[in-house]
């Protein structure tokens, strides 16, 4: 049992005791009352509450309204980090674009936009519900508390579950974690042994794209990444693009709940995207499996590109 459980049964245990005692008590005072008595049955509500977690259903239903609400500016998070108390340098895999300067570009593509947007630097261990957008800027990488339980991947499955767009800028989603107590990121994609032993560990099997139902492949050949055309799917194509080719390394398989933003571009029999929508319950994530740093540096106008997609999902 975690620890969230066991408070939960703890919870439930102190407040029926406590409003076993008291409610005799309450009836016995009613009407005139007793603040003493009154304080302990408030107590002893709010623990049972909590141990049937209604209170965080009441706190989410209230992030969610005024996340939706017209009075309140739309908010795009991106992961900085652990926490405050246990941050560190997080390991960049295949992107070498940090979280500020997200920040920077998401304004560039919203003012663009005529749209007010604000963007903050916000840590995993942080409540998310009130963004309407967050992005993980450390592609195949992403910040986990704990790997017991793996506390942050399920944060980010909820928070896409009840509504929220959740965006991965390069390579794999979570196919690494970034463990803060061992300071150093470990595969969460599990591994399949060969007959003498070796690891293979597949795209399609990382926790996010297995959940997703996402086949994701390799698309690099014996001589490096191909190059493929880029053409936006009619619904963007009144993008202004700065890119006619990309270097592919990883796509998806257009099947299913996958959404292309590029056009799809047929290799070895298969069609498939290097970037794309899907949703899942009733959010939405925004992939982007190419690489972002300085050795694909063709690459470089996909972060106005997704910078863009992310201004015009939340202008929806």
């Known amino acids: 049992m975690n620890s969230t459980s066991l408070l939960r049964n703890l919870s439930l245990v102190l407040g029926a005791t406590i409003l076993s005692l008291v409610s005799p008590n309450m009836l016995y005072y009613f009407p005139k009352g007793s603040i003493r008595q009154a304080f302990l049955f408030l107590i002893a509500v709010t623990l049972i509450l909590y141990g049937f977690g209604s209170i965080e259903k009441i706190i989410q239903y209230i992030q969610l309204k005024a996340r939706s609400s017209h009075w309140f500016c739309p908010r795009v998070g991106i992961l900085c980090g652990v926490s405050k108390r246990i941050n560190g340098d997080i390991p960049l895999v295949w992107t070498d674009i940090s979280p500020e300067e997200w920040c920077d570009e998401i304004q560039v593509a919203a003012q663009a936009a005529g749209k007010k947007i604000k963007t903050k630097l916000v840590y995993a261990n942080e409540s998310i519900n009130l963004y309407n957008a967050i992005i993980n800027p450390f592609g195949g990488n992403y910040p986990e508390s704990s790997f017991d339980g793996f506390p942050i991947y399920n944060k980010l499955l909820?928070?896409?579950?009840?509504?929220?767009?959740?965006?991965?800028?390069?390579?794999?989603?979570?196919?690494?974690?970034?463990?803060?107590?061992?300071?150093?990121i470990l595969d969460r994609t599990p591994a399949v042994y060969g007959v003498a032993g070796e690891e293979v560990r597949y795209f399609s099997r990382a926790p996010l794209m297995e959940e997703l139902s996402l086949r994701t492949f390799n698309v690099e050949r014996h001589d490096g990444p191909p190059e493929w055309p880029v053409q936006l799917t009619p619904e963007f194509n009144n993008f202004n693009l700065h890119i006619n080719t990309i270097l592919a390394s990883r796509a998806v398989l257009v099947d299913g709940n996958v959404e292309p933003v590029i056009e799809p571009t047929k290799t070895n029999g298969a069609v498939m995207t290097p970037l794309f929508f899907c949703n899942y319950g009733n959010g939405r994530c925004l992939f982007s499996l190419s690489f972002l740093n300085d050795a694909f540096i063709s690459n470089r106008p996909l972060k106005s590109i997704i910078s863009s997609l992310i201004v015009n999902q939340i202008e929806k």
Do not use: E
């Not at 509504?163 to 300071?183: C, E, M, R, S």
């Open 158 to 184: 909820q928070y896409i579950m009840i509504g929220g767009l959740f965006v991965n800028v390069a390579d794999i989603p979570t196919y690494w974690a970034y463990n803060p107590n061992l300071k150093r």
